[in-house]
Structure formats: C-alpha cells, structure tokens
C-alpha cells in the first residue's frame, strides 16, 4: 500500500533545504550573469509532465547525453543519476529515487512514495526558436512574455496580449545557484520592475504544457505569473 502524501511531499522539500547558500546582492556589469543550471533542460530535448497519487505535479526533463535526468517538484529541482534497474530506467541521488518505464513511474524518498503517469510532453525551446534569448518566460490572462538577452543585462518585456512592449536594462538583486532562485530589477529608475525565477515545477494554466521555473513579473502595480525556461546555445 503506497505511504501518504505529506511525507513524500515534506521529504522532497526537506532533503533541500539547508542546501541554497545564502543569497547577496550582485550587479550583471555589460554581460548578462550565468543564470543557475537548474531552470535548463541540460541538454535534454523535451520536458515531461507527471501528476502523481496522492495528488501532486512533477516535471522532468528527458535524460541528458550523459545520462542524468533532471527533476523538478513544488519544492525545488534536483539532478539524478542512472542507476542499475532490472526493468524501465532508474536514477538516484541522496536518498531521491525515480524510476519509471513508459508512462508510470514511481518517486521515493526517505520520508515517502509517489506513484505518477505521465499527462503531457513538450519540446524544450531552442536559440533557433528564440534567437539570442537566454531565458523565456511566459503567462496568460492577461497574456504576456519576458526575454532575457544571451549577450547582455536587458530583458524585452511583452504586456496585456502584446499590446505593451519595451527592452530594459535589468541588474540581478539575487543569485543563489544551488535553490536555483534569481531576481532581476530595473536598470532604470523611472521604469521599475522585478522579474522573480525559480527553479519549482511550473505548468501552464491554460495548455499544461511543463516547464522547469516559476515567475513572477511585477510592473506598474501589477503581478504576472507564468513559467519559464532557460535556452542553452
């Protein structure tokens, strides 16, 4: 019989915590900053969503050239490795394990046990779809999209269905690598904004489609949420 979901989702986020070092204010000079490698599919093709029993979503990327999978939950992001399995496939690390064959898998912590079946896949963005763009966020209701450039500290802003736009300089506030957790505000004064990213499972609340970062755009009074992607080159 599968264990509760409390413990399965408490131990994921605890594993965790205690592993992001303490985040201090950087500036991006005229380079865009390295942003953590925890919002890119690591050179996975695609990204699958699960919706697990008892009830909760995760999102991992296809395994990596060499091998690793990378998974995210509503607590944060981790990078497993392969592991000798009878059947299916098998990655592990620090006690998190993730084993699925076709469209079931199961996670299992120290604390827990998900049981999960794949719902939705999508193909990870590219440079050749979003050409010197390193980062992609996006959301709805009303629509909108933020780009942050590959080459240099400046983020183009798409608001209200495209009916606003405007490229902006941005300096990074916060950077902590290991929670995969940035954010960006305003290079201008007289044009404020805060871009917050994290590294959580993130799921279109219109297509499902999965993502591997949350965002939050907070501009002229207003907050848009979404999901985001990095590109690698």
């Known amino acids: 019989m599968p264990r509760p979901l409390v413990p399965a989702v408490l131990g994921l986020s605890l594993l ?22 925890v919002l890119f599919s690591g050179g996975a093709e695609a990204f699958t969503a699960w919706r697990c029993t008892p009830d909760q979503g995760l999102v991992t990327a296809d395994p990596a050239p060499e091998g690793e999978l990378r998974l995210w ?15 299916g496939a098998r990655f592990e690390r620090d006690g998190i394990s993730f084993w699925n064959k076709g469209d079931e898998a199961v996670v299992e912590t120290p604390r827990g046990r998900l049981e999960c079946r794949a719902s939705m896949r999508r193909q990870a ?16 209701e009303p629509g909108w ?5 590959h080459d240099r500290p400046e983020v183009h802003l798409s608001l209200d269905y495209g009916s ?25 004064g007289d044009t404020p904004f805060e871009l917050r990213i994290e590294a959580r499972a993130c799921f279109d609340d219109m297509s499902g489609e999965p993502f591997p970062a949350r965002v939050t ?17």
């Open 145 to 149: 999209m933020a780009s942050l450039a």
């Open 16 to 37: 965790l915590g205690g592993c992001a070092t303490a985040p201090a204010p950087i500036t991006s000079g005229d380079h865009a900053p390295l942003l953590p490698s």
């Open 125 to 140: 963005l590219t440079r050749e779809q979003r050409p010197g763009v390193m980062f992609h966020a996006r959301g709805n």
């Open 217 to 233: 755009l907070s501009v002229d009074g207003e907050q848009y949420r979404g999901c985001g992607q990095g590109i690698a080159p």
């Open 164 to 188: 606003r736009e405007q490229t902006l300089p941005y300096r990074v506030t916060t950077m902590d690598n290991e929670a995969g957790r940035v954010i960006l505000a305003s290079g201008r």
């Open 73 to 87: 939950s509503t607590h944060g992001a981790w990078r497993l490795a392969p592991a000798v399995v009878a059947s």
